[in-house]
């Protein structure tokens, strides 16, 4: 299956254009993995037309001690819900000392090529 989708900036997150002035794009495995990592940047009910889609951070990470087995499920429940993605497995670790999470998200496609997410 190509998926292809718009090329996004990585430093503004933001569409881009290409030498011809058009609007960028990407193909797979790259588009798999920024629609991935999009879907796990998205707020619990910020999706207007499906409020069940995104990530709990108000409700039960932000703010809280959620613990790294729930960021890592939700994380994977919420790449597990693009059709084109087969498999997601995520790591997170959060510094004692500094208190911040990162992380890394390994997923496989339906072609079968791999991706890593670094969080």
Not at 75 to 94: G, H, N, P, R
Request: with cysteine; proline share 3%; net charge negative.
């Amino acid at each position: 299956m190509l998926t292809k989708s718009l090329l996004l900036n990585t430093d503004s997150w933001d569409i881009t254009l290409d030498g011809s002035g058009n609007l960028a794009q990407t193909q797979n495995p790259y588009a798999v993995a920024q629609d991935v990592a999009c879907a796990c940047k998205t707020f619990l009910g910020e999706v207007w037309y499906d409020t069940t889609l995104g990530i709990p951070y108000y409700q039960r990470i932000l703010g809280h001690w959620p613990g790294t087995q729930l960021i890592n499920t939700k994380m994977q429940s919420e790449a597990l819900k693009l059709d084109y993605v087969q498999s997601a497995t995520c790591t997170t670790v959060i510094g004692k000392q500094d208190r911040i999470a990162s992380g890394v998200m390994t997923i496989t496609d339906t072609n079968y090529n791999q991706s890593t997410i670094n969080f």
